[in-house]
């Protein structure tokens, strides 16, 4: 999905469906940030979707991502931003920021150690009294199985439609699995479908909070109902002490 994949995220994931969580999470890190809140530091930022929306909010926002093209098609979106190629488990820009915010990319954190290094790299890019948004697609207490869908065309004639099929095949552990069908048409009409499987992290809400609290965050879990999810999005607040 972010490598081969890459170019055609705006055709899979449209800035425009994320206008209305974007403007929440930004609302809640400005409203909490007891810094002066001028500059943001998203990781995992992927193709730049929420930052197109959130940047108006700050002065400076910076845009950490592991996947090159991820990183070419957010520059595309977002030439007023700053951006870097990094792992949120081990990058360090050397400076401080108001906010930090990690939105479902946290959801490739798949063991406690992971986990707790994004946390801790959050940490110390936040400055003393900011805040650090972290949105998780799911919690241990809130996944269900289940499945989605959707796609967008392109004027040049071109078009994807996906399928996500989420499920756990092992309730025991700290992970579950999405799995993505993509039909993907040329713009010579031509197709292909192709499979993903990706492996993501499952917390409980306790163990969020333990290691946000370990981290050196006053931490809190926020709910939230997102007008097209089905079910209450938890995520969870740190203010940097």
Known sequence: MYDELAPWWPLLSSPADYEEEASYWAGVLT?????????????????????????????????????????????????????????????????????????????????????TRAIETARVHCREGGAALFAPDFVLENFTPGTDHGGHDAADGRALRFLEWSWDPDPSDTTYVADYAFLIREADGSTKVLHDRHLEGLFAEAEWLRLLTAAGFDARALRYRHSEVEHEIVSFLGIAR
């Open 31 to 115: 409203r909490h940030c007891r810094a002066p809140c001028r500059s943001l530091l998203e990781l995992g930022s992927g193709g730049g979707n929420n930052a197109s929306w959130m940047k108006s909010r700050f002065d400076h926002v910076t845009l950490v991502d592991p996947a090159p093209g991820m990183l070419d098609v957010s520059r595309s979106l977002n030439p007023d931003c700053e951006h870097a190629a990094g792992d949120m488990r081990s990058v360090r820009l050397g400076r401080v920021f108001d906010c930090v915010f990690i939105h479902d990319a946290i959801g490739y954190m798949t063991t406690p150690e992971d986990l």
